[in-house]
């Protein structure tokens, strides 16, 4: 039973537009989301957080957004870089849950030029 | 400040055969995680240890694979005997307190093939 939900396995995405990446999750107690983004042959890195009790969190050109009611978050960058190119994985956590996170399945992100 | 130490990168075995990665934390982090990433999914816990004591094991199969982490620093993950569906990419990380925002750390993983 997958709890983290990663619909879209790659997203092609132009160069200064917007890339929007998603993820769905099943169980309600859940109150920490994390993006992580992960390059070949390199581990994941952490990119934004946002605690359930947020709607949105803004870094930069990443923004995060979070629909308790619909159990949905979002991921958008803009304006998208060559450089965002990478997997991301939307990462989910239970405060008091002993740091075990789950992991969605990821999103192949390209920025063409 | 230095990040996570892995090593192998890269192992190629037989079925049936043993394998052994290692891993060295970030300094001073307490909590050390063993990660099992197969191609096309996301990554999944294996093992996580607070010090040298294991929080959670609950999802590795312990038939086969085997971690310690002595002293409370360096941890190592043995596979024994290896299976073709165990080939994958093994990620450590490590932790210093709470991880909900962002205080994970990864390593570079060790890519297991097993043929």
């Known amino acids: 039973d997958q709890q983290v939900k990663q619909n879209s396995p790659s997203l092609s995405v132009q160069e200064g537009r917007i890339s929007i990446l998603n993820c769905d999750y099943t169980?309600?107690?859940?109150?920490?989301f994390l993006w992580y983004k992960k390059y070949p042959a390199e581990g994941p890195t952490f990119l934004i957080s946002i605690s359930s009790i947020k709607d949105k969190n803004e870094d930069g050109r990443f923004t995060v957004f979070l629909n308790k009611s619909a159990k949905h978050l979002s991921l958008h960058i803009v304006p998208s870089q060559p450089g965002d190119s990478a997997v991301y994985f939307c990462?989910?956590?239970?405060?008091?849950?002993?740091?075990?996170?789950?992991f969605g399945t990821g999103t192949q992100l390209k920025v063409e030029l | 400040e230095a990040g996570v130490a892995q090593s192998p990168r890269y192992k190629i075995i037989e079925k049936r055969q043993s394998v052994a990665f290692w891993c060295n934390p970030i300094s001073g982090h307490a909590t050390l995680y063993w990660y099992q990433q197969i191609l096309g999914q996301g990554p999944k816990l294996l093992i996580q240890f607070q010090n040298n004591g294991v929080v959670d094991d609950s999802q590795l199969p312990k038939d086969r694979f085997s971690a310690e982490r002595l002293k409370g620093v360096d941890s190592t993950l043995k596979i024994q005997p290896a299976k073709l569906e165990d080939s994958a990419v093994y990620l450590c990380?490590?932790?210093?307190?709470?991880?909900?925002?962002?205080?994970?750390?990864f390593g570079e993983g060790s890519r297991l093939t097993v043929l």
């Open positions: 169980n309600s107690m859940f109150d920490y």
């Open positions: 990462v989910i956590g239970i405060t008091g849950g002993g740091n075990k996170l789950t």
């Open positions: 990380a490590s932790s210093l307190g709470q991880v909900n925002t962002g205080e994970l750390f």
